[in-house]
């Protein structure tokens, strides 16, 4: 069956640093990789995704992840972060027939 | 558009009553899913339902029934609430079968059991 791991539960950056979450996958196929976010009070919104095709994947708002097929990795990535990037942020994989499965997710406090 | 809807918002019941959450679709999406959401347990699936007129059990099933109504609405129905299923339940759908195409979510549902 398939899993994802998100292994950093909270991260604290100030304004202007650079993320980076860690998302790790076990699927030995073919897998579709997504991000979503949950802004407080708000529903899930999808960041990125990837399917197939260029391995780095651009997304909503500077958002961008890099698919490494080696590494069942899919990390997600902004250069600089602002204040309104605090949120919660899961990845989610599925492969094969399965189902959408979702990491436990990651809390950003983004601090002015 | 509204996207996917979700009735009602908040709702706290005590243990052993019954309630249905209520979802709709103006998308025209063929599936429609139903979700909770726990604090470091990120979403896990309880039912879904991948066209009109079929439905499937997820990851958390017990407790739960769900009624694919028409192609619109799928709603989700406790029984016997318990303590354990208090949650924030999340409505979602796609336009095909989940596996390859981004789902849409609702607002969400906060539900406390006593």
């Known amino acids: 069956a398939q899993s994802v791991s998100q292994h950093n539960h909270h991260v604290i950056l100030s304004e202007a640093a650079s993320l980076e979450l860690g998302c790790n996958y076990s699927y030995g196929g073919t897998v579709n990789l997504f991000w979503y976010v949950q802004y407080p009070g708000q529903h899930l919104q999808l960041l990125l995704k990837?399917?197939?095709?260029?391995?780095l994947v651009k997304g909503i708002k500077g958002f961008e992840a890099e698919f490494i097929k080696s590494k069942f990795s899919f990390n997600l990535r902004k250069p600089s972060v602002q204040w309104s990037d605090t949120a919660e942020y899961f990845c989610a994989v599925v492969g094969g027939f399965q189902k959408l499965v979702f990491g436990t997710g990651t809390r950003l406090l983004v601090s002015p | 558009n509204a996207g996917v809807t979700q009735t009602p918002k908040f709702q706290v019941l005590k243990t052993g009553q019954s309630m249905t959450l209520q979802c709709a679709q103006d998308?025209?999406?063929?599936?429609m899913y139903w979700y909770r959401q726990d604090p470091g347990m990120g979403l896990r699936l309880i039912y879904y339902s991948a066209s009109e007129g079929t439905t499937d059990k997820g990851e958390v099933p017990n407790g739960y029934n769900v009624s694919r109504l028409n192609k619109r609405e799928f709603s989700l129905r406790l029984e016997s609430a318990a303590p354990s299923q208090t949650s924030v339940y999340f409505c979602?759908?796609?336009?095909?079968?989940?596996?390859?195409?981004?789902?849409?979510f609702g607002p969400g549902t906060r539900l406390t059991v006593l």
């Open positions: 990837y399917f197939s095709g260029d391995p």
């Open positions: 979602a759908s796609s336009e095909k079968p989940t596996d390859y195409n981004e789902q849409f």
């Open positions: 998308m025209n999406h063929n599936s």
